[in-house]
């Protein structure tokens, strides 16, 4: 895909591997759409933040009806918003755990089954979905996001099986432990951590694969 060809979509936008990604792609020429919560400055022309709660089905509809009203088509989703909950099992509070799996599942379906039709329509398009190595293995007090993660891993491979013959990719990334806000209020503290430019360069290089290459996931640990 030719990133400066691109109408990019990236959710979590704001911070991390989300908004290094929106900054990379939009200095390569991409129209980018950033969908986060919180207000982002202004700080690339080729950016439009669009304020959305990835939970909310509404506004979520809202979101891309403002980006398909502007472009055909979405060439380029990027499902990354999503957050860690870890603990217990039984100290895990049940509110937490559905807005675990409302951020971190549901949102990439509902995002996803806007951009699809016009896709479908192109025969091209490609949708990445971050996962984590903690969708591939579980661990204790992982279980919350391991499952929400392992859901995620199912969601995309189901996905890709259905797109492919549409052109249309369907890319899973898992990287390890990332030098982002997403520890803050998890009260783990990694020993060794990627660079979340680095995180946001291998994905992009994924992407830029010609189109008729699947790279079907990629996984990325700190060494
Ligand atoms: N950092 C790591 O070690 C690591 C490892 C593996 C996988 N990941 C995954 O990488 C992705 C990005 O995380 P990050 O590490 O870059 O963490 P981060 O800096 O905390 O970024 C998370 C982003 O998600 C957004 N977000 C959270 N809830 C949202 C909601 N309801 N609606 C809209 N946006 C929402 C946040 O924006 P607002 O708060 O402004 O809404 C923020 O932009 C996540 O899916 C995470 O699970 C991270």
């Known amino acids: 895909m030719i990133i400066k060809e691109c109408i990019a979509v990236v959710t979590g936008a704001s911070s991390g591997i989300g908004l290094e990604l929106c900054r990379l792609m939009a200095a390569e020429g991409a129209e980018v759409y950033g969908l986060c919560r919180r207000p982002v400055p202004h700080d690339h ?24 009203k502007r472009h055909r088509a979405v060439d380029l989703l990027v499902n990354n918003a999503g957050f860690g909950l870890f603990g217990s099992v039984e100290t895990l509070d049940p509110d937490e755990w559905q807005r675990l799996l409302a951020t971190n599942l549901t949102a990439p379906f509902l995002c996803t089954r806007r951009v699809v039709p016009g896709m479908k329509e192109r025969k091209r398009g490609t949708i990445v979905n971050i996962s984590s190595i903690a969708g591939k293995r579980g661990f204790a007090n992982g279980s919350a996001y391991c499952a929400s993660k392992f859901a995620l891993n199912g969601f995309s491979e189901s996905l890709r099986e259905e797109l492919r013959g549409e052109g249309i990719r369907v890319c899973s990334i898992n990287p390890g432990s990332t030098a982002t806000e997403f520890f803050q209020h998890t009260g783990i503290e990694p020993k060794k951590l990627m ?12 992407i830029e694969l010609p189109d008729d290459i699947l790279p079907d996931q990629l996984v990325l640990r700190p060494l």
Do not use: G, M, N
């Not at 430019?197 to 291998?202: N, S």
């Open 45 to 68: 022309p080729r950016i439009s933040w669009l304020q959305t709660d990835v939970t909310d089905r509404l506004a979520v509809d809202r979101a891309f009806d403002t980006v398909l």
């Open 195 to 206: 660079r979340t430019e680095d995180v946001a360069r291998a994905i992009l290089s994924l």
